[in-house]
């Protein structure tokens, strides 16, 4: 019996590590080409309810291919928050302009409008952010979009953004877009202020996908 009751042992510790393993692996890929994203304006890459798991960090691998009005790399934006799009959402990762969110997080490279230029790294979560039925994730979704909305303002990026510590659930709704623009307002008279006035190239892209790993 002693024997047996250390072999069942093990077996259940060997799976409980398999199950924590999987959890810390867990991350989905949001890709896209050639997207181009105006101020404040968002594609809602995971809707709510469409991923499970917790949220423990963003990563951003992409590149600025075109500028309107002072676009930098690193505002393109991750944004966690509910449908249709207002201010005050759980998380804002990359973007000059406050969306209000409960965490805030800036890329650490990207600070540039010149085409070509990279932004990459990772952000990792002080409060790590629970997407399960009881938690204030419930509801909310995941945009990705243009975070500078200063008027005329528009970039071009091809990459990928990453969530660290999520995976696809099995019932996925719809995705939308969306803007903030009719509520920020302010926001972009004070965000202007920062780049001037300045114009690039612009064009058209293919809207983004989603993939799991």
Same mark, same amino acid.
């Given at each position: 019996?002693?024997?047996?009751?250390?072999?069942?042992?093990?077996?259940?510790?060997?799976?409980?590590?398999?199950?924590?393993?999987?959890?810390?692996?867990?991350?989905?890929?949001?890709?896209? *080409?050639?997207?181009?994203?105006?101020?404040?304006?968002?594609?809602?890459?995971?809707?709510?309810?469409?991923?499970?798991?917790?949220?423990?960090?963003?990563?951003?691998?992409?590149?600025?291919?075109?500028?309107?009005?002072?676009?930098?790399?690193?505002?393109?934006?991750?944004?966690?928050?509910?449908? $249709?799009?207002?201010?005050?959402?759980?998380?804002?990762?990359?973007?000059?302009?406050?969306?209000?969110?409960?965490?805030?997080?800036?890329?650490?490279?990207?600070?540039?409008?010149?085409?070509?230029?990279?932004?990459?790294?990772?952000?990792?979560?002080?409060?790590?952010?629970?997407?399960?039925?009881?938690?204030?994730?419930?509801?909310?979704?995941?945009?990705?979009?243009?975070?500078?909305?200063?008027?005329?303002?528009?970039? *071009?990026?091809?990459?990928?953004?990453?969530?660290?510590?999520?995976?696809?659930?099995?019932?996925?709704?719809? $995705?939308?877009?969306?803007?903030?623009?009719?509520?920020?307002?302010?926001?972009?008279?004070?965000?202007?202020?920062?780049?001037?006035?300045?114009?690039? $190239?612009?064009?058209?892209?293919?809207?983004?996908?989603?993939?799991?790993?």
């Amino acid at each position: 019996m002693k024997k047996h009751t250390i072999i069942n042992q093990s077996i259940l510790s060997i799976a409980c590590f398999g199950l924590l393993a999987s959890a810390s692996n867990a991350a989905v890929t949001y890709t896209f *080409t050639n997207q181009t994203w105006t101020g404040f304006n968002f594609n809602q890459a995971y809707p709510a309810g469409s991923l499970t798991g917790t949220l423990t960090a963003v990563s951003v691998n992409a590149t600025l291919n075109a500028s309107t009005a002072y676009t930098y790399a690193d505002d393109l934006a991750v944004y966690v928050a509910g449908s $249709p799009l207002a201010l005050g959402g759980l998380l804002q990762v990359g973007g000059f302009s406050n969306l209000q969110a409960t965490q805030r997080y800036s890329w650490a490279s990207g600070g540039s409008n010149a085409p070509s230029t990279p932004v990459s790294g990772t952000e990792n979560l002080t409060t790590p952010i629970p997407f399960n039925p009881t938690s204030n994730a419930a509801n909310m979704s995941i945009w990705i979009g243009n975070g500078y909305g200063a008027a005329g303002t528009s970039g *071009t990026w091809t990459g990928t953004v990453t969530l660290e510590g999520l995976e696809s659930a099995s019932a996925v709704a719809v $995705p939308e877009s969306g803007s903030l623009l009719p509520v920020m307002l302010v926001a972009v008279a004070m965000a202007a202020r920062r780049r001037g006035r300045g114009a690039n $190239p612009s064009s058209n892209g293919e809207a983004g996908t989603a993939a799991s790993r």
